[in-house]
């Protein structure tokens, strides 16, 4: 089987579980959450078995998506939830803004050498443009979830982030090209 298409398999398939039990159980968050949980836990087992390790930003949101998820369905209280997407936002900007601090060079250098040369500063600017939209993204969905519906929420956090995060990173090409090291 392709390996890029159980990369996006293990990346939104839990998402896309999710969505299809929340509807499914007529708006119920407590039959989606165990699914959401599961499916995580087990694409993290996926990526470990074919990569013999598992990235920084997967295993952290597999463990607050755990944590969170749990906490929501012991305590009844969906806010363990909606809070999940603040809190791993937030989590993601500080790790950025440690690796600033106690770092030689930024985190997201590190993260993507292999895919792309840029001088320091291309590197210092996107650290930080990604520390900005972690909080941005941190920010909204407070906003959301504490001014929307919980079917809003879950429409925003499927329909809205994704695509969100996939044109903030389409907006990040110009930058790449503009500090990219020539061979």
Known sequence: MNKGF???ITDFGP??????FYYQSG???RVAIPPLIIATL???????????KVAFMPLASGIVITFFGGLTLY?????????KPTVVNIL?????????????????KKLFKNSFKLLDEGWSKFN????LFFFFLAILNEIVWRTQSEEFWVNFKVWGLLPISFL????????IKKYQIKK
């Open 168 to 175: 903030f990173t389409v907006s990040q090409i110009p930058l």
């Open 128 to 131: 930080d443009r990604w520390i």
């Open 15 to 20: 998402l896309l579980i999710f969505f299809i």
């Open 75 to 83: 305590f009844d209280n969906p806010v363990f939830i909606y809070v």
């Open 92 to 108: 993601f900007a500080l790790v950025l803004i440690f690796g600033k601090f106690f770092s030689k060079e930024p985190l997201l």
């Open 42 to 52: 087990l694409s993290l087992a996926i990526i470990y078995l074919l990569e013999k």
């Open 6 to 8: 159980i990369k996006f």
């Open 27 to 29: 708006l119920n968050l």
